[in-house]
């Protein structure tokens, strides 16, 4: 029990903000759950009679490239980035940086908005992947990559607890050793995402951001370039091969 005399002090605490500007290290790979997934989880499709299976083909690559990525409705890109991405990999970085916790970041800290805005070209990335499950299946999956690109993300932090030395040190530590998106460094298997803080006049921020805006994107977008050679290769095997069955798929 505290003495009747000892004082109670309660610090006074306040929120302020800050905007990064970051720059893609790695090429970034989008990968949101598609619109189709999403529906065959409340309703699931009849099943198809072999008629109807041996008429649809496995993947529609075009629209499974169109599909992956979050989207703005309306803003200066098209391509977006939920902003728990960067907010997960500022919490996850703690992990690895003495003195913090991802519970304290997580409390303490957060991305504003719903999506961020992508700056940068999109291209198609096709890979073998392994699916989710015992057997881990092989699987080619299709999505959308941004080889270049760039990105304002606004931070919200509680100070007294956090500062903005702190914030600055954590956030560049997250685009190093953690990234967003697919294959990032934080699972493991991969490299993509990775990011550097930089100065709002940064040369090749600006190029990006110039270059890579709404309207560079939906006609990347519709022209869906492959990403490399091996994406070509693919690309071209499937639509010679969706022609001469007949299949019904994207263009």
């Known amino acids: 029990m505290p003495k009747a005399d000892q004082k109670?002090?309660?610090?006074?605490?306040?929120?302020?903000?800050?905007?990064?500007?970051v720059v893609g290290e790695t090429p970034l790979i989008m990968n949101r759950l598609s619109e189709k997934a999403k529906r065959e989880f409340l309703l699931p499709a009849r099943k198809k009679n072999q008629a109807e299976r041996a008429s649809i083909a496995k993947h529609d690559v075009i629209q499974e490239f169109r599909d992956s990525p979050h989207t703005l409705t309306n803003g200066p890109t098209?391509?977006?980035?939920?902003?728990?991405?960067?907010?997960?990999?500022?919490?996850?970085?703690?992990?690895?940086?003495?003195g913090a916790t991802k519970a304290q970041l997580g409390r303490l800290s957060y991305v504003e908005g719903e999506k961020i805005a992508i700056y940068g070209i999109p291209?198609?990335?096709?890979?073998t992947v392994r699916q989710a499950g015992m057997a881990k299946t092989p699987d080619v999956?299709?999505?959308?990559?941004?080889?270049?690109?760039?990105?304002?993300?606004?931070?919200?932090?509680?100070?007294p607890m956090l500062n903005l030395k702190t914030i600055n040190s954590l956030f560049q530590?997250?685009?190093?050793?953690?990234?967003v998106g697919d294959w990032r460094p934080e699972k493991?298997?991969?490299?993509?995402?990775?990011?550097?803080?930089?100065?709002?006049?940064?040369?090749?921020?600006?190029?990006?951001?110039?270059?890579?805006?709404?309207?560079?994107?939906?006609a990347g977008m519709h022209r869906a370039d492959p990403y490399d050679a091996?994406?070509?290769e693919l690309l071209d095997w499937f639509k010679g091969e969706a022609g001469d069955r007949e299949f019904k798929v994207a263009t």
């Open 173 to 179: 530590a997250a685009g190093l050793i953690i990234g």
């Open 78 to 98: 098209l391509l977006a980035m939920p902003s728990t991405a960067f907010k997960g990999a500022l919490r996850s970085v703690a992990v690895d940086m003495p």
């Open 230 to 232: 091996e994406t070509e």
């Open 123 to 127: 291209k198609l990335h096709m890979a």
């Open 8 to 21: 109670i002090e309660v610090i006074s605490i306040k929120q302020e903000r800050v905007s990064f500007c």
């Open 188 to 218: 493991g298997s991969g490299n993509f995402g990775t990011f550097r803080v930089v100065d709002e006049g940064d040369t090749e921020f600006n190029d990006i951001v110039t270059e890579g805006g709404r309207l560079a994107q939906e």
């Open 141 to 159: 999956r299709s999505r959308v990559i941004v080889p270049r690109w760039a990105a304002v993300v606004p931070i919200k932090y509680t100070v």
